[in-house]
């Protein structure tokens, strides 16, 4: 992808009368409940923005007073659990041409009001929102990978012209079909910056609740447990890849792979204990990195080298699981008959 090319910033920031014009279409839009310990960082850095609301969920713990404190319009809401789609019912409270969506535990860069005023100054018509990358940190430290970067996030958009879909973490789509969301290019960009997880407890506590809220389709036919094993053997493959980030890489790489293995359980009991439920032990994540990359080579080329074949062997032999490991099996006869 080609970098975007700005008009010079200087001819932007430069301008008082231009710079405050670029300002006033920009709404913030938060949704906040306790967040007391973690909403000051967010309120610095966003404190040039001004037209800012908040959809707070009755917090008791000062947040909605110190939201106020911050010039932000406070919308108190009822408690509930909060699903992606919930921001939907709020997305045209903006008067702004344009809106900007942050979590209560995300900030920004010192430089992001020059960032941003470029994005909008410079975005043709068609163009109806842009995917920012985002710095992830975990027990105190910034992410590299692990699945975590550049973890590109759409909360930057014309108001009202994208939605969020039922469950958590579902990218939000744009609107009209003709609309065009830009990805911007890593690492020279605007970022969006989060402090997610403070520590593995709270990172275990908060994918156990994701899981449990979710949604799931209750039509047993559609379901089937090996899909989430497979899952989640491509989540550890993935996020483990080329450790980026030191131990932490492991940590992130476990925790994901148990997440789909709760979510299949979960799906499971939502279907009404129906639906395919494998009560086989699942396989070593080695034995499925093969799979899933000579599966790959496989689809480009269409043929298997006799060192593919040798690999296939060793991972079978190694293996434990006997229906996820079929194909294994099948390949392993290929080259041993």
Not at 154 to 163: D, E
Request: aromatic share 10%.
């Amino acid at each position: 992808m080609e970098r975007q090319s700005w008009p010079d910033s200087r001819l932007i920031m430069d301008d008082p009368l231009l710079k405050m014009t670029v300002a006033d279409q920009l709404t913030l839009l938060v949704f906040t409940r306790d967040n007391l310990d973690r909403i000051d960082t967010l309120i610095e850095t966003t404190n040039w923005i001004r037209h800012k609301i908040a959809i707070d969920m009755k917090s008791e713990d000062g947040t909605k007073e110190k939201l106020c404190e911050a010039q932000f319009d406070v919308e108190s809401i009822d408690r509930s659990v909060f699903v992606d789609q919930l921001r939907n019912q709020y997305l045209s409270k903006p008067t702004t041409p344009w809106t900007l969506v942050l979590d209560s535990d995300e900030f920004l860069s010192d430089d992001a009001e020059e960032q941003i005023s470029q994005l909008i100054y410079s975005a043709e018509e068609n163009i109806i929102g842009f995917r920012i990358p985002r710095h992830n940190y975990f027990c105190n430290l910034k992410l590299f990978g692990s699945g975590f970067y550049p973890d590109h996030q759409l909360r930057l958009f014309r108001t009202n012209q994208i939605f969020y879909s039922a469950g958590h973490h579902l990218p939000p789509k744009p609107k009209k079909e003709s609309g065009v969301i830009k990805v911007l290019d890593p690492p020279s960009c605007l970022h969006i910056h989060h402090n997610n997880y403070p520590t593995i407890e709270e990172f275990l506590k908060r994918q156990l609740h994701y899981a449990i809220t979710d949604d799931y389709d209750s039509n047993p036919e559609t379901f089937d447990f090996d899909d989430y094993m497979m899952n989640a053997i491509s989540q550890f493959s993935d996020r483990y890849g080329e450790r980026e980030d030191g131990s932490l890489s492991y940590v992130i790489a476990l925790v994901m792979y148990w997440d789909e293995m709760v979510r299949g359980l979960i799906h499971w009991e939502r279907s009404g204990y129906s639906g395919h439920l494998s009560e086989h032990v699942p396989n070593q994540v080695f034995v499925a990195n093969e799979l899933s990359n000579l599966i790959g080579q496989s689809k480009q080329s269409g043929v298997f080298t006799q060192q593919d074949i040798d690999n296939l062997h060793t991972a079978y032999l190694n293996s434990r699981s006997w229906r996820i490991t079929a194909p294994l099996r099948w390949l392993n006869s290929l080259g041993r008959s």
